[in-house]
């Protein structure tokens, strides 16, 4: 419970304010009692400081009558009403003139002969505090030394009056704490129920209602940038979602169509004997489909594996001028069995795994020869521009529908359902030609317009100066 209470953003409010108030007090209390104490004393010194000039003027007169025995009276007079206040003077030749009520002073106190009026504190026997203050008090007479003169005053009111200046300071400190952290607790759940409306519509948020957004209305300025992250978040979960749910059909279905087929053609061999070349025309026909669906978990193991990161391509100088030479030989039966053009424009290299560059441009290269009709042509070009090295397959045939072209690249998607099982790959080429080129920091693009459909995959162009890298043209 307590670590709960440690991670609450309310319980820290409540800390942060109750400590903030309760310091600003504090140090404004302990200011105040600084300046109190500071003007007590100056109090004191101003009265004391009075009241030496008094008895400088009383040893003064006496001592022009020619005696001190008058000194006392007139003391006594001067201070009636002022209690706590305790005078001493002392005659030239240390006998005490003239002391009132049982006042004690530190031997310290007393100043040398001819010494300057010097402020002081110290405690009696009786406990209490006093401030006083000793001077010199001349007599008149050339040639003869001053009067001692001493004065205290007690400071037990002062003192009382700091007692419950404290007590009050803490009462009020003690309180304000108590009163700011409740106050603190309800601002900080008024501040933080934003937060928990956001919690609770994100709560509704599950599978089954992806499209659903967190409103803004309501929300503070300061949470705009958590709601919009919040709806972007849902945004690509949904997508992602989206594109999980159909992939996991699509490969139900891809799936479902091989296995079915040997199942099939299985049972129907087992119905009833068969001669050795029907079941050598049957295995040879699931072999077929075997090598299908075999290749259908490979380009799926290969796309599971460039969706985690765990496709690192190799880095080697490629020609690709050399390399797309050859893939043009091997498809040559193909084309003159359909009198397709082939033809091939440029050259260019790049840094990249050969292995997977090679698969990569084959598929657009199949791609292109599948939907290309009889006496069409497809043409590769290669070209450098802003985007790096980039190879152009085009061919002719049908235009791809504005609608479809973004999907082009998603896995198992077709633009054409008819051609679903027309025995033209698994619908995974694409996909994997898009994760590729990825792989090596590239893109990949699509247009087609009329009649003349245009897949690109660029890459980035090799570092002037790297190993194997084409020299500039003399």
């Given at each position: 419970m307590m670590l709960r209470l440690g991670k609450s953003l309310t319980a820290r409010l409540t800390l942060l304010f109750a400590a903030v108030s309760s310091s600003v007090l504090?140090?404004?209390?302990?200011?105040?009692?600084?300046?109190?104490?500071?003007?007590?004393?100056?109090?004191?010194?101003?009265?004391?400081?009075?009241?030496?000039a008094l008895v400088r003027h009383a040893v003064l007169s006496t001592r022009a009558d020619g005696d001190?025995?008058?000194?006392?009276?007139k003391l006594d007079a001067a201070l009636v009403g002022h209690h706590g206040l305790t005078v001493g003077v002392w005659g030239p030749d240390g006998r005490r003139l003239f002391l009132s009520g049982a006042a004690e002073f530190p031997q310290d106190a007393v100043p040398p002969a001819g010494g300057e009026?010097?402020?002081?504190?110290?405690?009696?026997?009786?406990?209490?505090?006093?401030?006083?203050?000793?001077?010199?008090?001349?007599?008149?007479i050339a040639g003869e030394p001053p009067a001692t003169v001493l004065l205290s005053t007690n400071l037990a009111h002062h003192e009382h009056f700091m007692q419950s200046f404290r007590l009050a300071m803490w009462t009020v400190v003690s309180v304000a704490a108590v009163l700011s952290g409740f106050l603190g607790w309800v601002a900080a759940r008024r501040g933080l129920a934003p937060l928990r409306r956001i919690a609770r519509r994100a709560s509704d948020v599950t599978a089954s209602n992806l499209g659903r957004r967190i409103e803004a209305g309501e929300i503070p300025v300061e949470l705009d940038e958590v709601v919009s992250t919040l709806n972007a978040m849902l945004g690509r979960l949904k997508e992602s979602f989206d594109r999980l749910s159909g992939f996991s059909s699509d490969i139900a279905h891809e799936l479902r169509t091989p296995v079915s087929n040997l199942l099939t053609q299985t049972q129907v061999m087992l119905a009833r004997a068969r001669s050795a070349e029907e079941y050598q025309d049957v295995l040879a026909s699931n072999a077929e489909e075997l090598e299908r669906l075999s290749r259908t978990i490979a380009d799926m193991l290969f796309l599971a594996k460039a969706d985690n990161g765990l496709m690192t391509p190799t880095q080697e100088y490629v020609n690709l001028g050399a390399e797309i030479s050859g893939m043009l030989e091997f498809y040559e039966a193909v084309a003159e069995e359909r009198h397709l053009q082939l033809a091939l424009q440029g050259q260019a290299g790049v840094r990249g795994?050969?292995?997977?560059?090679?698969?990569?441009?084959?598929?657009?290269?199949?791609?292109?020869?599948?939907h290309t009709p009889e006496h069409g042509s497809v043409r590769i070009a290669l070209a450098s521009d802003a985007r790096g090295v980039c190879i152009h397959v085009e061919n002719t045939g049908e235009t791809i529908s504005p609608e479809h072209l973004p999907r082009l690249f998603d896995r198992f998607y077709r633009a054409d359902p008819a051609r679903h099982h027309a025995g033209e790959g698994s619908g995974l080429g694409l996909a994997i030609t898009k994760s590729i080129a990825l792989a090596h920091r590239g893109e990949v693009s699509v247009r087609s317009r009329d009649g003349v459909t245009v897949f690109s995959l660029c890459l980035p162009a090799p570092e002037a100066g790297s190993p194997q890298a084409p020299l500039p043209e003399a």
């Amino acid at each position: 419970m307590m670590l709960r209470l440690g991670k609450s953003l309310t319980a820290r409010l409540t800390l942060l304010f109750a400590a903030v108030s309760s310091s600003v007090l504090l140090v404004l209390g302990l200011v105040i009692a600084e300046l109190v104490e500071r003007h007590f004393q100056d109090m004191d010194l101003e009265l004391l400081e009075g009241k030496l000039a008094l008895v400088r003027h009383a040893v003064l007169s006496t001592r022009a009558d020619g005696d001190f025995a008058s000194l006392p009276d007139k003391l006594d007079a001067a201070l009636v009403g002022h209690h706590g206040l305790t005078v001493g003077v002392w005659g030239p030749d240390g006998r005490r003139l003239f002391l009132s009520g049982a006042a004690e002073f530190p031997q310290d106190a007393v100043p040398p002969a001819g010494g300057e009026a010097l402020p002081t504190t110290w405690k009696g026997r009786d406990g209490q505090h006093y401030r006083g203050l000793s001077g010199q008090a001349p007599t008149g007479i050339a040639g003869e030394p001053p009067a001692t003169v001493l004065l205290s005053t007690n400071l037990a009111h002062h003192e009382h009056f700091m007692q419950s200046f404290r007590l009050a300071m803490w009462t009020v400190v003690s309180v304000a704490a108590v009163l700011s952290g409740f106050l603190g607790w309800v601002a900080a759940r008024r501040g933080l129920a934003p937060l928990r409306r956001i919690a609770r519509r994100a709560s509704d948020v599950t599978a089954s209602n992806l499209g659903r957004r967190i409103e803004a209305g309501e929300i503070p300025v300061e949470l705009d940038e958590v709601v919009s992250t919040l709806n972007a978040m849902l945004g690509r979960l949904k997508e992602s979602f989206d594109r999980l749910s159909g992939f996991s059909s699509d490969i139900a279905h891809e799936l479902r169509t091989p296995v079915s087929n040997l199942l099939t053609q299985t049972q129907v061999m087992l119905a009833r004997a068969r001669s050795a070349e029907e079941y050598q025309d049957v295995l040879a026909s699931n072999a077929e489909e075997l090598e299908r669906l075999s290749r259908t978990i490979a380009d799926m193991l290969f796309l599971a594996k460039a969706d985690n990161g765990l496709m690192t391509p190799t880095q080697e100088y490629v020609n690709l001028g050399a390399e797309i030479s050859g893939m043009l030989e091997f498809y040559e039966a193909v084309a003159e069995e359909r009198h397709l053009q082939l033809a091939l424009q440029g050259q260019a290299g790049v840094r990249g795994d050969r292995l997977m560059l090679r698969r990569a441009v084959g598929n657009l290269l199949a791609n292109a020869i599948r939907h290309t009709p009889e006496h069409g042509s497809v043409r590769i070009a290669l070209a450098s521009d802003a985007r790096g090295v980039c190879i152009h397959v085009e061919n002719t045939g049908e235009t791809i529908s504005p609608e479809h072209l973004p999907r082009l690249f998603d896995r198992f998607y077709r633009a054409d359902p008819a051609r679903h099982h027309a025995g033209e790959g698994s619908g995974l080429g694409l996909a994997i030609t898009k994760s590729i080129a990825l792989a090596h920091r590239g893109e990949v693009s699509v247009r087609s317009r009329d009649g003349v459909t245009v897949f690109s995959l660029c890459l980035p162009a090799p570092e002037a100066g790297s190993p194997q890298a084409p020299l500039p043209e003399a």
